[in-house]
């Protein structure tokens, strides 16, 4: 496969601070967007598909707030069709709660397709998807090329022996959240988030070729919560991903 551009488009969670918008990252080459947070305004720019396919983690308002925005993104853009995937019992409390007639009363232009458990292909890609450990449930994504792969796992609370470890592992690229620094475990573990040290050994685990820490605590506006320095000593490849990063894959 040719080399694509990854976007990190929105890279904190909860909610938008002065440097960060909420979760999306997207290859616009083959029009796929992960998660649709705040962020995803910026892909308006970006567009170079005739079809976008915006995969959804989970529905909590920072990951799917964004498709409320599509009126925007597509606004004199040539695109024929945008899908938008998810869990068929987060499909439904999309449509009755975030389109609720009081709420937003015009749906956008957008198909929703519900994951059926088999492998989803677009152009040479085959993605995967996986169960993470979240409240109300989420899924990762592994994307897999002939020559390359990468995983995308938000929001999880990280373990060494965590389940979707089997679904990442020799990935070239992880994408992965990192919400806390070390110290806080017990309140990761009560709201379905990581601990750095905890991200690194699962890419260690993986043995994953890049880390990319995204969905960083929005109150944490420079990184300094995060020892890098202590999370290198574990795994070396060790990136904060910034908004409107961009990186060859």
């Known amino acids: ?11 904190t969670g909860y909610h938008p601070n002065n440097h960060r918008q909420t979760a999306c990252v997207m290859i616009p080459e083959v029009g796929i967007i992960f998660d649709a947070g705040t962020g995803i305004f910026r892909a308006r720019d970006l ?29 004199e853009r040539d695109v024929d069709q945008v899908l938008v995937y998810s869990e068929t019992e987060k499909i439904e ?35 995967k998807t996986f169960p993470l450990k979240h ?3 989420s ?3 592994r994307v897999d090329a002939a020559d390359k792969s990468m995983a995308y796992v938000t929001d999880t609370t990280a373990e060494p022996d965590a389940d979707y470890i ?5 990935v070239d690229l992880l994408i992965h959240e990192c919400y806390f620094p070390d110290g806080w475990e017990e309140r990761a573990e009560l709201t379905g ?4 040290s905890p991200v690194c050994n699962v890419a260690k685990t993986a043995s994953a070729g890049q880390l990319y820490l995204v969905h960083i605590n929005p109150l944490d506006e420079d990184d300094s919560m995060l020892d890098l320095e202590a999370g290198r000593k574990i795994f070396n490849d060790l990136t904060v991903a910034r908004d409107q990063m961009v990186i060859d894959w």
């Not at 089997?166 to 020799?170: A, G, K």
């Open 47 to 75: 567009i170079q598909t005739k079809t976008l396919r915006i995969f959804l983690s989970h529905v909590h308002l920072d990951h799917s707030i964004g498709i409320t925005f599509l009126f925007d993104i597509l606004h």
């Open 135 to 137: 409240p109300g449930g």
């Open 193 to 196: 988030h990581s601990c750095l």
């Open 139 to 141: 899924v990762g994504f």
């Open 166 to 170: 089997n679904y990442i592992r020799d």
């Open 1 to 11: 496969m040719r080399i694509v551009k990854i976007h990190f488009l929105g890279t």
């Open 93 to 127: 409390a999309l449509r009755q709660h975030l389109f609720a007639e009081p709420l937003f009363p015009v749906m956008p232009e957008f198909e929703f397709v519900a994951y059926d458990g088999n492998d989803i292909v677009v152009d040479d890609l085959s993605i």
